[in-house]
């Protein structure tokens, strides 16, 4: 699989999830105000695991283009 593939799989995951979270927003304003973890709405749980998810898709990505590059020396 080409690393271009790759690279825009892993976009389309992150739209996704981003497009789903912003479908939520549009959709249940009030789901968003729900207490989770600790006290924290469920609207800030879900931007911090937005985040988490773009930095995973990121060394997901970096690991991808690494096995590459050990692939086009030998």
Known sequence: V???RVGLALFGVYVLLYGGFM????VGPDLLATRVLG???L???CGLGLIVA????SVIYILARAGR??????
């Open 2 to 4: 080409p690393i271009n």
């Open 23 to 26: 479908g939520l927003v549009l």
């Open 69 to 74: 590059s050990r692939d086009s020396r030998s």
């Open 43 to 45: 609207a800030i749980a």
């Open 54 to 57: 773009a930095v995973a898709l």
């Open 39 to 41: 006290g924290v709405n």
